[in-house]
């Protein structure tokens, strides 16, 4: 039978894609908007760490919330609060490296209830047959959102020279939440069902038996290298080009191929075919950082991309699917579905706050180019662990809610 989505997978996707696309427009130039303002890694990487702090605690305690009252308020509070952070970078311009703590927390704050919300939901209007197939759709909306964005981004900052630019940008980021708040109430509420458990998590890890342990440790090698990789690679390519419109280009090209390889993931790509296409993925996306050995530079940087964004889906369509159809494993466990989802992000969370506090330390040592390359291929390594991790689970892959 073949998979297809439906009214309220649609419209969960819509939504998704205007929160993305905002995200991308504006989201891509935010560390280059800092590191313009003061060239400093650090400050970069704490500004990081504040947000997935944030991210992983506004998670656990907006559990209870979304859990047994209205998880639609939270999604749209989530949009609303992220429309809130590019406000305030907008009013504090550049003295918000002042205040890397403060709006690194808002912004954490901001995307975990957005993705609590969604991660629910996209659950619950989702089953083992069609998961892979919305995934490979989500997959293909955050590549067209990252040919879109990130390319006009680019072209408008670099058209209007600087800071005017950053201003157009932001306040069109602004724009497109407020039309994804909108179209959020269209979105049926979902009912509420059992009491938020706080030590779930805890109490799964403890489990011998639970599927969830080896899970949870593939999710905290994804974690290491996606913390780093998420705000280094853009701003290694704007220093490379010196340019935003180089970096949209970079996104634009990496994010075509992206689009191509989502769409093809998601027609072909099976969960009988997991395990191997994960492993295969998984090493291609350390093979792929070897020219940056030879050179850091922009040509370089987007052999490395094109590789990734060739690649990404094979390992990212397991962990994605694999996580989500373990809470279909039995009635209890769909009952846990936001204890279990809070899981998995938490344990995103520790491989994303272990990977830049080891960014943060190696950097302290040396900045050199030979250094930051180094520091790529050992965390671009980190899929092999998820895989090794993540085998386990694998073959259990079958018959979920």
């Known amino acids: 039978m073949k ?29 280059v908007y800092l590191w313009k303002s003061r060239q400093d890694y650090f400050m970069i990487g704490w500004f990081t760490l504040a947000q997935q702090l944030a991210l992983g605690l506004s998670f656990w305690l907006a559990g209870k919330w979304v859990k047994e009252h209205n998880k639609m308020n939270a999604l749209r509070l989530g949009i609303a609060v992220s429309g809130l952070f590019y406000m305030l970078v907008l009013w504090i311009g550049s003295k918000a490296v002042y205040y890397i703590w403060p709006l690194g927390c808002l912004l954490g704050i901001a995307i ?30 955050g590549s067209l959102t990252g040919i879109i964005g990130p390319w006009l981004s680019g072209w408008l900052i670099s058209y209007l020279h600087g800071e005017r630019g950053y201003r157009v940008v932001f306040i069109i980021s602004l724009c497109i939440y407020a039309s994804a708040v909108v179209l959020s109430f269209f979105l049926k509420k979902r009912k509420t069902e059992g009491v938020y458990q706080w030590l779930e998590p805890l109490k799964q890890l403890q489990n011998k038996q639970s599927h969830w342990r080896p899970a949870t440790m593939s999710l905290v090698f994804q974690g290491l290298r996606e913390g780093v990789f998420s705000f280094l690679i853009g701003l290694l390519v704007y220093i490379a080009a010196k340019e935003e419109s180089k970096l949209g280009q970079y996104m634009l090209i990496t994010s075509a191929v992206s689009l191509v390889s989502y769409w093809a993931a998601g027609k072909w790509f099976k969960p009988k075919f997991r395990s191997v296409g994960m492993l295969v993925g998984s090493i291609m996306l350390v093979v792929v950082i070897a020219p940056l050995l030879w050179k850091v530079t922009f040509g370089t940087l987007l052999i490395m991309g094109i590789g990734t964004s060739l690649f990404i889906p094979l390992y990212m369509l397991p962990m994605v699917s694999t996580s989500f159809d373990l809470m279909g494993e039995s009635k209890k466990s769909v009952g846990m579905r936001v204890e279990l989802v809070i899981l998995r ?52 892959d079958r018959d979920r809610v």
């Open 345 to 396: 992000e938490l344990s995103l969370m520790v491989g994303r706050v272990a990977g830049t506090l080891i960014f943060i330390a190696v950097l302290s040592a040396s900045e050199s180019s030979l250094t930051i390359t180094l520091l790529l291929l050992g965390l671009g390594v980190a899929p092999v662990g998820s895989w090794l991790f993540l085998r386990r689970v694998l073959p259990h």
């Open 3 to 31: 998979a297809s989505l439906k009214g309220q997978a649609l419209l969960l996707l819509a939504v998704n894609g205007l929160f993305v696309l905002a995200s991308a427009l504006s989201g891509t130039f935010l560390n």
């Open 112 to 141: 975990g209830l957005f993705w609590l919300a969604f991660n629910i939901v996209y659950f619950e209007i989702t089953d083992a047959g069609n998961r892979d197939y919305f995934n490979g759709w989500i997959g293909l909306l």
